[in-house]
T-cell receptor, first 116, second 113 residues
Framework: GNSVTQMEGPVTLSEEAFLTINCTYTATGYPSLFWYVQYPGEGLQLLLKATKADDKGSNKGFEATYRKETTSFHLEKGSVQVSDSAVYFCALSDFNSGGSNYKLTFGKGTLLTVNP | EAGVTQFPSHSVIEKGQTVTLRCDPISGHDNLYWYRRVMGKEIKFLLHFVKESKQDESGMPNNRFLAERTGGTYSTLKVQPAELEDSGVYFC???????????FGPGTRLTVL
């Protein structure tokens, strides 16, 4: 079945540091890939997505590139801020053969803490 | 426009009791999903409604879990009787159609003692 593996946390960085959170996936088909973020006390929010190989998703200074050859979708940001402190989830969509479901398969989440 | 709402935000019950979680999707969203995150593990899919019909319930752990969506609006997820391993955060999401972005609620944290 499909699965997502992302780097274990927690990750603690100083403000303006470079961020990378690794994510690799296993999928039988050709999934879409996502990064979701959960800020303290809030629900999951879609941060960015990519739907085909070599696509780059970007939002709020975060980027991730869909790498089919390495089955990866690593999240990066050049300069993190305190407000980026949150839990980050890598996910893929599962488009079954019937074409009737887009359930998401998630990784375990990575807690990021950014200190001033 | 109101987002996805879930009630309650927290629930603490004893093993063997019954708990009902509620999700109100974004108005007009026919697709409604339930997910669960057990402590330290992945967020896992439970089931998917299209309007009032269960499209996919392959992620439901066992028959102690019952989900309903009467009238195709809000949904409830009942756990009866609750077991210790049911503890976790239950998320609801909705989308306007297949392949569209899923909007998540804040989750219900369930603790079974």
């Amino acid at each position: 079945g499909n699965s997502v593996t992302q780097m274990e946390g927690p990750v603690t960085l100083s403000e303006e540091a470079f961020l990378t959170i690794n994510c690799t996936y296993t999928a039988t088909g050709y999934p879409s890939l996502f990064w979701y973020v959960q800020y303290p006390g809030e629900g999951l929010q879609l941060l960015l997505k990519a739907t085909k190989a070599d696509d780059k998703g970007s939002n709020k200074g975060f980027e991730a590139t869909y790498r089919k050859e390495t089955t990866s979708f690593h999240l990066e940001k050049g300069s993190v801020q305190v407000s980026d402190s949150a839990v980050y989830f890598c996910a893929l969509s599962d488009f079954n053969s019937g074409g009737s479901n887009y359930k998401l398969t998630f990784g375990k989440g990575t807690l990021l803490t950014v200190n001033p | 426009e109101a987002g996805v709402t879930q009630f309650p935000s927290h629930s603490v019950i004893e093993k063997g009791q019954t708990v009902t979680l509620r999700c109100d999707p974004i108005s007009g969203h026919d697709n409604l999903y339930w997910y669960r995150r057990v402590m330290g593990k992945e967020i896992k899919f439970l089931l998917h409604f299209v309007k009032e019909s269960k499209q996919d319930e392959s992620g439901m752990p066992n028959n102690r879990f019952l989900a309903e969506r009467t009238g195709g609006t809000y949904s409830t997820l009942k756990v009866q009787p609750a077991e210790l391993e049911d503890s976790g955060v239950y998320f609801c999401a909705s989308s306007q159609g297949f392949g569209y972005e899923q909007f998540f609620g804040p989750g219900t944290r369930l603790t079974v003692l």
